[in-house]
């Protein structure tokens, strides 16, 4: 394992450090369509749209992470994530997410039905809710969890 190329990786939010370690690769939803960084990848900086990460690390094991928006930062050995929000998928609660998912389609509805409403807002909260599902279920097909 020491002859192979790995990136330094950080997920950070306002509230801590939710991962920080090596890894060999990591999938990001950007504002451009989502993207994969390996070893050595060009230095970027990006806008991250709600989404899931998906980061293998250097024993080849999966992470799956929800994140709410924020930037990414490409450094030739590093990547940092500044998320608003970041939550790794096994400690994601099911029972949130439908609650959050459901509440945010009402209030979608609702904007549809009043022209002073602003969509954007209930359409990232929607957005959010649907991220969180996916990381969920991607981690549970990953994991064979039920």
Partial sequence: MADKKTIKFEIVTPENTVLSKEIIQVTVPTQDGEITILPEHIPLVSILRPGVLEIKTIDQEMEIVSVSGGFIDVLRDKVVILADTAERAEELD???IVAAKTKAESAKA???????YDLS??????EVALARER??????????VK
């Fill in 94 to 96: 099911e029972e949130r």
């Fill in 135 to 144: 990381a969920l279920h991607k981690w549970r097909k990953l994991k064979n």
């Fill in 110 to 116: 609702e904007a549809l039905n009043h022209e002073d």
């Fill in 121 to 126: 807002a209930v359409s990232v909260k929607l």
